[in-house]
């Protein structure tokens, strides 16, 4: 039982933590409370495991928000802050991020080619940056699980013309998966498992379960 050697992480088709980036894009209460296609606590859950996913292989984050300097809005959620607590945000007035030069500045400035992107709301702060990225040669990976509309049609339309654009769908589980892609690379594998224990719903609850069976099953210690 042997893996094949790793290929090279920069040219890989699929996602690595060397050649992708992690945007986030107005988590902010106003947006995070308006959502209406998905229940917003998992909508936060989701997205600061998505966070927390980004950390642990070490991608570039880059942080938006959008009014908070000119006291329109107040800034991203705090369960976001505390999972990204020294990630400097930036604040803009354009509705598309891909419109704000500091942003696309940011952006440039990672060297990656892959955007993994979560934003509210899809049909607006998703969607526009994804088609401009996607026409300025760039490849979208829209984390699905983590975004959300006002509406479920206006969430599954704004999708639609992503993935019509060229746009890659994914959720913040998959992503995580295809980040570690093997467990012999040892060095990310307890932050792997810190992330789904505390992210709970998707399988953590099954690793948080094992360890009891297991505790249960050894006996009590030696002498």
Same mark, same amino acid.
């Given at each position: 039982?042997?893996?094949?050697?790793? @290929?090279?992480?920069?040219?890989?088709? !699929?996602?690595?933590?060397?050649?992708?980036?992690?945007?986030?894009?107005?988590?902010?209460?106003?947006?995070?409370?308006?959502?209406?296609?998905?229940?917003?606590?998992?909508?936060?859950?989701? *997205? *600061?495991?998505?966070?927390?996913?980004?950390?642990?292989?070490? !991608?570039?984050?880059?942080?938006?928000?959008?009014?908070?300097?000119?006291? *329109?809005?107040?800034?991203?959620?705090?369960?976001?802050?505390?999972? !990204?607590?020294?990630?400097?945000?930036?604040?803009?007035?354009?509705?598309?991020?891909?419109?704000?030069?500091?942003?696309?500045?940011?952006?440039?400035?990672? &060297?990656?080619?892959?955007?993994?992107?979560?934003? !509210?709301?899809?049909?607006?702060?998703?969607?526009?940056?994804?088609?401009?990225?996607?026409?300025?040669?760039?490849?979208?990976?829209?984390?699905?699980?983590?975004?959300? &509309?006002?509406?479920?049609?206006?969430?599954?339309?704004?999708?639609?013309?992503?993935?019509?654009? &060229?746009?890659?769908?994914?959720?913040?589980?998959?992503?995580?998966?295809?980040?570690? @892609?093997?467990?012999?690379?040892?060095?990310?594998?307890?932050?792997?498992?810190?992330?789904?224990?505390?992210?709970?719903?998707?399988?953590?609850?099954?690793?948080?379960?094992?360890?009891?069976?297991?505790?249960?099953?050894? &006996?009590?210690?030696?002498?």
């Amino acid at each position: 039982m042997a893996s094949l050697p790793v @290929r090279e992480p920069t040219v890989d088709h !699929l996602l690595t933590p060397q050649n992708s980036a992690l945007l986030l894009i107005d988590y902010q209460p106003p947006q995070v409370f308006t959502v209406h296609s998905m229940e917003t606590g998992q909508l936060v859950n989701n *997205v *600061v495991s998505l966070a927390k996913t980004a950390k642990v292989f070490g !991608l570039p984050i880059i942080l938006s928000t959008v009014n908070v300097a000119s006291g *329109v809005n107040p800034d991203t959620i705090p369960q976001l802050r505390e999972a !990204l607590p020294d990630q400097p945000e930036i604040d803009r007035t354009s509705i598309n991020s891909w419109e704000d030069e500091q942003f696309l500045e940011a952006v440039k400035a990672t &060297g990656r080619k892959k955007l993994i992107m979560a934003a !509210l709301w899809t049909e607006a702060c998703l969607l526009f940056p994804t088609l401009d990225a996607i026409k300025d040669g760039y490849e979208v990976y829209p984390v699905v699980d983590a975004v959300g &509309g006002t509406t479920r049609e206006s969430h599954e339309a704004a999708l639609k013309r992503c993935y019509q654009a &060229g746009a890659q769908p994914t959720t913040w589980n998959s992503l995580h998966c295809e980040l570690q @892609r093997d467990w012999a690379r040892t060095n990310t594998v307890q932050g792997f498992r810190d992330v789904v224990l505390e992210q709970g719903n998707a399988w953590g609850w099954y690793l948080t379960l094992e360890a009891e069976v297991k505790k249960a099953y050894a &006996g009590p210690a030696g002498p």
